[in-house]
């Protein structure tokens, strides 16, 4: 699960991550109040203006703005507030902007200089093993940084028996090129970071950038948080956290149902009882020149309820030429199946697209037969290839 950069910075801010003093808001009025409360908490004359969408990139997307006065504070909450916000991480259509946090202005002058790093918080699953992946320069493109100057990105492994130990952060902090008070700050920081990692079931903690200020201080800038959707279950507080107007509505949909479900841009809709056999299903489609419109896994069970769920998100898709139902009947029986399928397709009623039904396993023949002497324009198989064959026949 997503969250936004404030939510993110939220979690942080309980696991002792220093984080701006900022303030959410959704209406000018709002944010000119936040800018105002903030003033009169830290001294800020000068405050960031940030769009919140699930993207990153806001920045060279124009969603990111220092306000020099209130009025200016005004002016650029009218403009991101139902703006769409197009970044190098979003569709060319951009995401609509809903609500904007409104920060201190941490880049003020002091005795030394500041300094901006990239610091983020994974799963290595090759290592089987958390890893911190860290860089002196940080603010940009940690991809342009990889591949221009390698010598510049720091991985530092932590094995998850024991965790995150007092010198690795010390060792981060070096490698960084830090001193003095700064140092110390920025051991604390990665201290206080990996802990919210591993508390809140993370599987990213993104800071790009970590920023020091001219007076040695340590803040994330900006959080890029992503949460084990699979712990949510623990984390009752960070799931009410979930933003539906982010997500794509048929994929929210699917959820509701139970269904596994995630929207591409191909022409053949996919229903499959499996994540493995899904990834099989896609990858047939593209050997034999179609293009999978969707992974949608129905699960172990595959009833008549979930098949005929399944068709109408897949039917809302308007590039679907053609559906392709591949079930393996293990746990289910494949008639049981054909059933569903034939139930659900009159219970939609008339459908334009042609469907092709692949069952293999437990009973797959008797299944087959149902779908031939359904009457239905629905064409059945019994392996992949054959299957795979009929979805180009018909899209030809």
């Known amino acids: 699960m997503n969250l936004h950069e404030y939510q993110g910075k939220s979690l942080l801010r309980n696991y002792k991550v220093s984080v701006p003093e900022g303030i959410l808001a959704r209406t000018p009025q709002e944010a000119v ?18 769009a919140q969408i699930h993207a990153g990139g806001r920045g060279k997307g124009g969603g990111v703005k220092i306000a020099k ?33 409104i920060e201190q202005n941490i880049y003020y002058p002091g005795p030394s200089d500041i300094r901006e790093f990239y610091m983020s918080v994974m799963l290595d699953r090759s290592a089987q093993k958390n890893i911190i992946l860290y860089s002196p320069r940080g603010g940009m493109d940690i991809e342009k940084v990889a591949e221009e100057t390698p010598d510049q990105i720091f991985k530092e492994y932590i094995d998850p028996k024991t ?12 490698n960084l090129g830090l001193e003095g008070v700064a140092f110390k700050k920025m051991v604390e920081f990665v201290s206080a970071l990996y802990k919210a990692f591993v508390g ?89 020149g179609g293009e999978p419109a969707n992974f949608l896994d129905v699960g172990g069970t595959a009833n008549a309820k979930r098949v005929e769920e399944g068709f109408r998100i897949i039917l809302k898709d308007p590039n679907v030429k053609a559906i392709l139902v591949n079930i393996f009947g293990g746990i289910v ?64």
């Open 33 to 50: 109040k936040a800018a105002v409360t903030i003033q009169e908490t830290t001294g800020s004359d000068k405050w960031a203006v940030k």
């Open 69 to 101: 006065t209130l009025d200016e504070v005004h002016e650029y909450a009218s403009n991101f507030l139902g703006m769409m916000l197009v970044t190098p991480q979003t569709k060319a259509e951009g995401k609509k902007v809903r609500k904007i946090l």
């Open 163 to 174: 965790g995150l130990q007092a010198f690795q952060c010390r060792k981060i902090a070096f």
């Open 200 to 288: 809140t079931d993370a599987t990213l903690f993104e800071i790009n950038p970590v920023f020091k200020t001219s007076d040695d201080k340590v803040y994330a800038a900006d959080s890029k948080v992503v949460i084990d959707g699979n712990s949510l279950y623990r984390h009752p507080d960070i799931e009410e956290m979930r933003d539906l107007d982010e997500e794509d509505p048929m994929e929210v949909e699917a959820d509701s149902y139970g269904l596994n479900y995630v929207k591409l841009d191909g022409n053949v809709g996919c229903m499959v009882n499996g994540a493995g056999l899904a990834m099989a299903t896609m990858d047939i489609i593209k050997l034999y």
């Open 333 to 396: 029986r494949c008639d049981r199946v054909a059933q569903g399928v034939v139930d659900a397709y009159k219970n939609i009623g008339e459908i334009s697209v042609p469907i092709i039904v692949r069952l293999q396993g437990t009973n797959a023949e008797e299944g087959k037969r149902i779908i031939d002497e359904s009457g239905l324009k629905v064409h059945s198989a019994i392996l992949l290839q054959d299957a795979a064959n009929l979805v180009r026949k018909v899209l030809a």
